[in-house]
């Protein structure tokens, strides 16, 4: 009996002692806390992922809607421009015919005064009858040159418009680049996508494609190839409109 006990006594023991060893070894809870941190991480990276998604679509969006601004832009500015010409070739012709009228008027006035000196000798109701032609033509002659003053007034007002005109065409001009520029940047963006990146479905010079995934991207091509129900869609990057997630 003796012998019996001390050995129980003794199994207690380990068993005590490999119990608190469980318990309260270091490495559980350093494994313990490391796989908390994975889960956290797991979750960050979907949502992060989730993110992803949403802006690449917004952006999307955003570029369908530049491209349809810089089409209606774009219409614009040959209007102005086709105004412009027109405005320009009417003020040419105003001026010629100002010119026009303005030796007309000096050619009669001159005809007149050397009538006049001719006539120096006629009756005194001639030379007043005369005097009087005199006097209209020189009050059409000054109205003509007021008539002169302000077209050129208003010419100068047409070309100040003119240049302003010309200036925001220019800006627009600018603007379009930039958003050309910005349109350039959708290559970019795919090229930094995994292949076999989900795509619902891409929209070229305005029609919709349905697809799976991105393929491939050859950026030095400015080729991007899909993979669709039907087989591998090929584009070419600058004709990408928008893309679907």
């Avoid at 003020?91 to 000096?106: N, P, T």
């Avoid at 047409?158 to 930039?178: C, G, M, P, W, Y």
């Avoid at 494609?209 to 991007?224: F, R, Y």
Wanted: glycine residues 4%; aromatic residues 6%.
């Amino acid at each position: 009996m003796g012998k019996s006990k001390v050995h129980l006594n003794g199994w207690m023991d380990d068993f005590l002692t490999n119990q608190n060893r469980f318990v309260w070894n270091p490495y559980m809870a350093f494994m313990k806390e490391q796989r908390e941190t994975n889960e956290h991480l797991v979750i960050t990276v979907n949502r992060l992922e989730q993110l992803c998604g949403r802006l690449l679509e917004i952006v999307s969006r955003q570029q369908s809607v530049q491209k349809n601004r810089y089409l209606h832009l774009r219409d614009r500015i040959w209007e102005v421009q086709e105004k412009i010409r027109s405005t320009s070739v009417r003020q040419d012709s105003i001026r010629e015919e100002l010119g026009k009228q303005g030796e007309a008027v000096f050619r009669l006035r001159k005809s007149f005064r050397n009538h006049r000196m001719s006539m120096h000798e006629f009756t005194v109701n001639q030379y007043d009858d005369l005097h009087e032609i005199l006097s209209l033509l020189d009050r059409i002659s000054a109205d003509h040159i007021k008539f002169g003053e302000m077209q050129e007034r208003v010419i100068g007002k047409l070309d100040a418009q003119n240049i302003s005109r010309k200036h925001d065409v220019e800006t627009v001009e600018t603007s379009i680049e930039r958003i050309l520029e910005a349109k350039k940047s959708i290559g970019k963006l795919l090229s930094t996508l995994p292949s076999t990146y989900p795509i619902q479905q891409i929209i070229v010079e305005g029609a919709m494609i349905p697809v799976i995934n991105l393929l491939n991207v050859d950026e030095k091509k400015g080729i991007a190839y899909f993979t669709s129900a039907s087989g591998v869609v090929t584009v070419a990057i600058d004709k990408l409109d928008a893309i679907h997630w």
